[in-house]
């Protein structure tokens, strides 16, 4: 059962503050071994934050010692009221720079508070005094949690680490949403546009493209997540991954769908085709902008095989 911090003696706040000074300095060398590959400074920053908070917990079992003895009672933050619950952000891969930054932020304003409080409930004056001392160097890991990826990055680190963090931004998302949307997109027209040019019917064409679109989104949300596990190739985690790709799968074919829940079947072929162009072309942009392809070859690639796709599901639902 949680006690309340008021009731806590002076031997268990000290007893305390060691065993969140070790819980933080382990928190910031998990955080510099989980972004230590991508982003080095960073990596390098973190450890020197760790180091200060091992140089912080020997001062307080050196007190301890010196007023309690050898034995320290083992309390825990999830021992006392109030502390607020951390997620374990260090376990979520991979992590980046503003990730760290903002966990790092909340760790240390909290302990801050900590130590502020727990002035109050010493009268020990070298307690005191060190307690103070430790709540002034959390302020100071706040302001270098602040320059994490910032100011005390060189031009030539920040440029590489955003570089990474694009690269693994394209690996885990970019790229399987890219593929899902391109394959809703152009899977999806042959189906939908052969009911609709078979039926004359605007409402079967909509619940085929309907059907088809839900179908398609779920096949590849299983495909991409069974892919790989993303922990060679860096591309995260499987399902986020896989309901990454089936959501824009569905949202690439709903697109050219939902424009047959016009009644006029004139009017609505008209307007999904309209729909049609201009998802091909924003999928051309992506390829380029993201995956660095020339904007003539994405444009030739995607548009060419969506044509053909178009001019199949027409020619069947004619026939």
Not at 307 to 313: D, E, K, M, T
Request: aromatic share 6%; proline share 3%.
């Amino acid at each position: 059962m949680a006690k309340n911090f008021k009731d806590l003696s002076e031997r268990e706040i000290l007893a305390l503050a060691i065993s969140l000074e070790e819980e933080d300095g382990r928190i910031y060398e998990e955080f510099a071994e989980g972004v230590r590959e991508n982003y080095p400074e960073t990596a390098k920053l973190l450890e020197e934050m760790q180091t200060e908070e091992s140089d912080h917990r020997t001062s307080l079992i050196e007190l301890y010692r010196s007023r309690f003895g050898e034995h320290i009672p083992l309390i825990r933050r999830q021992d006392v009221k109030g502390f607020v619950s951390r997620p374990p952000v260090w376990l979520i891969g991979p992590i980046g720079p503003n990730a760290v930054r903002r966990a790092i932020e909340s760790m240390e304003s909290e302990t801050r508070r900590f130590y502020q409080l727990a002035i109050g409930r010493t009268t020990d004056a070298s307690t005191r005094q060190l307690l103070g001392d430790l709540a002034e160097a959390e302020v100071k890991h706040s302001a270098a949690a602040e320059s994490i990826g910032r100011a005390r990055l060189t031009a030539d680190v920040r440029t590489s680490e955003t570089e990474a963090s694009r690269r693994m931004f394209v690996l885990q998302f970019v790229q399987p949403g890219l593929a899902g949307l391109m394959d809703g997109s152009v899977s999806t027209l042959a189906p939908l546009f052969a009911a609709a040019f078979a039926t004359q019917k605007t409402h079967d064409a909509f619940v085929v493209g309907l059907a088809a679109s839900v179908g398609a989104g779920i096949s590849m949300a299983f495909a991409e997540a069974l892919s790989d596990d993303g922990a060679l190739t860096g591309r995260g985690r499987p399902l986020v991954r896989g309901a990454v790709t089936g959501v824009m799968t569905t949202a690439g074919g709903i697109g050219h769908t939902l424009p047959y829940l016009i009644s006029d079947f004139r009017v609505a072929t008209g307007v999904a085709v309209v729909v049609v162009a201009c998802e091909l072309a924003i999928i051309s942009w992506v390829r380029q902008h993201f995956m660095d392809t020339p904007l003539l070859r994405a444009a030739l690639q995607v548009v060419l095989g969506g044509v053909l796709v178009f001019i199949a599901g027409i020619l069947i639902g004619t026939s």
